[in-house]
């Protein structure tokens, strides 16, 4: 068996094209023909990496499912459900579209999975990588009430949703990044390669210099001759944080402080809580159980001072405690949203309406980025500023100082 790309036109004359694992060409035209389908191209499928050095390969291959392949596959899941097809037939037509290895991967393994007997929920289960816990248990509870397509419609839904948020929040932060990344440069710059030309100006002339212009010429020097020491310096830090953050104790007081950030840390609480919120009532809508609902969307917030907070409410609800109650004891929601939330509990429409607190967080949070760079300019101008008056006083105030002495010598 190889792989065939075929290109067509159907009874209504449209372009018709895609990929089928056949023995031969005539096989695929038969096929072709059987289908309504005229064809024009028939060829077999090349593999572009397969000609290219082994380390070539390696970089151009995927090695992470991202949210846009997961969010297609949904898709294409979703519609595949509601055409009726068998489930295998749809995962082998999914695998042969997909451009991603590690996900073609995974299709092949759930395929075989579900040829032995397992449900594809328990297949998917076997790619946590890709799956998510709350991805998996949306899947069963589809499976186990018959309600498989509009589970994945829902899962679709969400997952978009969640792609729309990160990208938002990645947005927020390009702007001050690249501004940071820029003044580091420049800094830099002005350390190796202009200060040192000021230093042996001062050192010619033999001049008294400031406190401030020792410092800069003290830093400038250490740069120059321990470039190496910098750079392992930088190198430390970034790889005891990472080690640090992948502590619980460490990712636990990483995340809280993320919250706390001035202006960033709103954007990123509201999104993290519009994200819960969207979750939470996706899940109660799908019947998933309560306790089991907290405890799977614990795991979707991405941050896990919002994840003991969410079992923390879990707990509250199992020992018989009010939404609203354990909302308020929380202290992530303010009093909008709990006023929002008793009514939703009071109605008995609890899912509607955390769905519209998500839909409020989610236009907070695109109205802040949206003015992110008018509220961030002005302090960053301010940093600048600061800045270039430092370099100011520390190498052109001994210049001055050099120049007036010149003049009272004349």
């Known amino acids: 068996m190889e792989l065939f ?5 159907n009874q209504r004359g449209e372009i018709m094209h895609g990929t089928i694992d056949s023995p031969n060409s005539k ?7 059987a289908a309504g389908i005229y064809p024009i191209q028939i060829q077999v499928k090349g593999d572009k990496l397969k000609h290219q050095p082994a380390w070539l390969q390696a970089l151009q291959v995927k090695k992470s499912v991202g949210l846009r392949d997961l969010l297609l596959f949904t898709r294409q899941m979703g519609t595949m459900v509601k055409s009726g097809v068998p489930m295998i037939e749809a995962l082998s037509g999914i695998q042969k579209s997909t451009a ?18 397992f449900e594809l929920h328990r297949a998917m289960f076997l790619h946590p990588h890709i799956f998510n816990e709350y991805y998996v248990s949306m899947v069963k509870v589809g499976e186990d009430t018959g309600k498989l397509e509009e589970i994945f419609k829902r899962l679709h839904e969400q997952i978009e949703f969640e792609k729309h948020m990160t990208q938002k929040i990645k947005g927020a932060l390009r702007y001050p990044t690249y501004v940071l990344i820029s003044i580091s440069i420049a800094i830099a710059i002005l ?3 202009i200060i040192p030309v000021f230093a042996k100006i001062f050192t010619k002339f033999h001049a008294t210099l400031p406190l401030l212009t020792q410092i800069l010429l003290a830093t400038s020097d250490f740069a120059v001759h321990y470039w190496w020491v910098v750079l392992a310096m930088i190198g430390g830090v970034v790889y005891a944080f990472k080690r640090y953050t992948r502590q619980p104790s460490g990712r636990y007081v990483w995340d809280r402080f993320k919250l706390r950030i001035p202006i960033m840390g709103s954007i990123i609480k509201k999104a993290t809580l519009a994200r819960f919120c969207r979750s939470f009532a996706m899940a109660s809508e799908s019947g998933v159980p309560l306790m089991l609902a907290f405890s799977l969307v614990s795991r979707v917030v991405d941050n896990t001072y919002f994840e003991e907070r969410i079992l923390l409410m ?4 199992g020992r018989g405690e009010s939404l609203l109650r354990v909302a308020q004891a929380s202290e992530i929601f303010t009093s909008l ?6 009514v939703g509990e009071a109605t008995g429409n609890i899912d509607s309406m955390l769905n519209q607190v998500a839909d409020m967080y989610q236009e907070e949070v695109e109205y802040e980025v949206s003015i992110l760079s008018e509220t961030i300019e002005p302090i960053l101008l ?8 430092i370099l100011m006083l520390g190498v052109f105030l001994p210049m001055w100082d050099l120049g007036t002495v010149a003049l009272k010598k004349h």
């Open 382 to 389: 301010g940093f600048m500023g600061v800045l270039i008056l």
């Open 5 to 9: 790309e075929y290109k067509g036109r």
């Open 337 to 342: 949203e709990l006023q929002m939330i008793s």
């Open 27 to 33: 096989a695929v035209a038969a096929w072709l023909i």
């Open 314 to 317: 879990g707990e509250g609800v």
């Open 191 to 193: 350390t190796i390669f």
């Open 100 to 117: 991603n290895k590690v996900l073609a991967g995974a299709i092949r393994d759930i395929r075989a999975n579900l040829e032995k007997g």
